[in-house]
């Protein structure tokens, strides 16, 4: 059995998939459908703009989605690959969204609506230049835990992307003030990311509570395929639960680390990567090494996913 799995924000990079745009029918009536739903120029945000739309919160997220979405439905539809193989999906972040989407637990309209809305929440929920996120590489999310505890600095643990990799969030002044604590007790890497606010955290309660009351509204639909979610890394088919971890998500850590390792422990070995980056791959290749990875950001890539 394959699992498939999809990046979240950062992934995005000016021109992403107009490869498959350009070459097939069924990636250009994606962009045509989620531009619809939302009265959005997204084609015209990825592949035209020069304004940098593409990083800003309230575009980047949709963008990324129809990329992401796009690629999954022409790697079904042009490609050889067994749909009888899929029986998991999951996201990072965002891509959690995807994971529903392509696994027709919720409408491509209401899924792009819903992330529409995503977007300018988070986007909105602190001001300008308060908040921010960083990349801390070296040490694991129990390491970095316990440094933030005993110097009692206000920050989160947003993603625990991998033993060696954990994203923490909070204000801009804590997080240039613990940068030295961190690099003098092991750290070696302390890399601040360019997002607009300190996702996965406190600061985005409020909107997590006003996104969950759109989610409580969305039409689930119960199938087969499972979706490890990133709230409890654990494994669901139900849509109850499915809803209810996305409900929480805004506001909690994305615990990547212990998705895959649930992945891991259900015998899965082939994960195929839908969209526009190949950044989930470095991550899961850190985690561990039992994994035959394929990435889907190019039309040259379809033919490797199909064997």
Not at 170 to 187: C, P
Request: glycine letters at 4%; a neutral charge; proline letters at 2%.
């Amino acid at each position: 059995m394959v699992a498939f799995i999809f990046p979240g924000q950062g992934s995005q990079s000016p021109g992403m998939t107009r490869d498959f745009h350009d070459n097939f029918t069924i990636a250009k009536q994606a962009f045509e459908e989620i531009e619809d739903y939302t009265n959005m120029e997204i084609r015209k945000i990825i592949f035209h703009d020069e304004t940098n739309k593409l990083d800003l919160t309230q575009f980047t997220q949709i963008c990324i989605f129809a990329s992401s979405y796009a690629i999954f439905k022409t790697f079904i539809s042009e490609t050889d690959f067994p749909k009888k193989e899929i029986n998991v999906m999951l996201g990072h972040s965002l891509g959690e969204y995807s994971a529903i989407a392509s696994s027709n637990k919720i409408s491509l309209k209401e899924c792009s609506l819903i992330l529409k809305k995503r977007g300018e929440l988070m986007n909105d929920a602190v001001k300008p230049n308060l908040t921010g996120m960083a990349a801390l590489i070296g040490k694991n999310s129990d390491e970095i835990q316990n440094i933030i505890l005993e110097n009692k600095l206000n920050l989160e643990i947003a993603n625990d992307n991998s033993q060696i990799q954990i994203v923490i969030s909070g204000r801009k002044d804590e997080l240039e003030k613990s940068k030295d604590i961190f690099l003098n007790l092991g750290v070696k890497k302390f890399i601040v990311l360019n997002v607009s606010a300190a996702f996965h955290s406190n600061f985005m309660i409020d909107a997590q509570k006003k996104l969950s009351q759109e989610i409580e509204k969305l039409n689930f639909i119960q199938n087969d395929i499972q979706i490890i979610s990133n709230c409890d890394a654990n494994i669901h088919r139900d849509t109850f639960n499915i809803k209810k971890n996305l409900q929480n998500q805004m506001a909690n850590k994305v615990n990547w680390t212990q998705s895959i390792k649930k992945l891991e422990e259900m015998g899965h070995r082939k994960i195929i990567e839908i969209g526009p980056s190949k950044i989930l791959s470095g991550l899961i290749n850190r985690i561990s090494k039992n994994f035959d990875i394929v990435s889907i950001n190019q039309v040259a890539d379809l033919k490797n996913g199909s064997k």
